[in-house]
């Protein structure tokens, strides 16, 4: 039967969302108050194709990325490239597990990886080096892809201010849709888990020469990853990413508006401190060329959980992403759900079939 799906938020969720209802003959519309595709968190991250290396303390998010990362590429082939060196490094005391722990929780979780005989000649202070094959994401790509497949569909420059439910259908802004999916990553309805909102600032960088993807691993520590220009990567720091821990997603939004050259340099430099005590020559591998913002929404606790929450309330979905590659997870649960609602129960006589192949042999 075909139902017509509103989605408010054009980040990946969204997009996704709405490429894989449209699939299966579902008419859909996506709103965003932004004028173009994956203008806040999705296009504003560091596009790591993650394959469950950053979530050692997390068992959920390790197997949600493990096969996230499969299924992306079998759906997106071409929206992702190979990172050719790409190094999870573990560092001597800063690390919150030590290397052969590490080791141990990767391969009970059946991610791949080779541990290299010693550490990368550019690192110090390291314990163990493990080699990936973690990929990167095409953003501009991906925009692309969705902007055709979606064309006819999108709503673009539309600042949602009410969903409402009626009997077997809501509305988004007065318009009626069967279902309505709020994948603006708890900004719109609130989620029905503690969570906060966290402004964050990475950092964008040219390699000076072929430089190899380094990330620090576990716990409050810095990583340096290529984006899709092979040049330009970003720097990011458990610690110092975060402009601060937000009740609301308006104080968010706030706190991200007032960001300005000052916090900028000081930002830059605490990071680039972290990062020198593992890679020295940071300076001389990597010159400073900008920042990148975004607003993270994060659950409340200790477990570095990423993964990714679908929750229903009648006809209103509400998806609380984890990263890029559990998209596929956020799908498969609001189409089970639609389903549930659309298969006929069974007749009484049909359920007590059973009874009649019971045997008492003599
Ligand atoms: C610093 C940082 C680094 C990260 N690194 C990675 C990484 O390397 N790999 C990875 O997989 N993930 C990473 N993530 C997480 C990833 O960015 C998110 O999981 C993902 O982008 C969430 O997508 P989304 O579609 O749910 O949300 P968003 O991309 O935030 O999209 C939500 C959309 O909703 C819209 N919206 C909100 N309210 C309204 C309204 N009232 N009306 C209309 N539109 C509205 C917004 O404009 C927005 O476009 C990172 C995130 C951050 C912030």
Redesign the pocket.
Known sequence: MPFRIGI????????HLAASFASLGFEVKV????DG??????????????LGFHYARHHGTRLQSRDGFQRFLARYPTLSAEVADNIYAVPRQTSLLDFSTYKLVMAASGIDFVEMPKAHPALANIEGCLQTRERV?LLHRARAMFEEALSGSLALG????ALTQQDRHASIDGERFDYVVD???G??RPLPIDVYF?P?L?LYYEAQGPQPAITLVDGPLASV?PTEDPAVFTL?SVPH?PLGRCAT?AQAHALRAGVDRALVARKRAAMEAQIRHNIPAFSDMFRFLGA?L???TKPVGQYDD?SCYVFRDRRVFT?M??????IFFATEQILSMIEGDHVAPLAGAETSRLRDSIILPE
Do not use: P
């Open positions: 408010i938020g054009a980040g990946w969720y969204g997009c709103f965003d108050r932004h595709l994956m203008r806040e968190a999705s296009g504003n991250n560091q596009f790591r194709l993650h994401i539309q600042d949602i201010t994948a603006t990553w900004q719109f966290e964050t990475l990853y990011s990413t997603a990148q975004a607003i993270k990423r998806v992403s984890g990263k890029i590659d559990t």
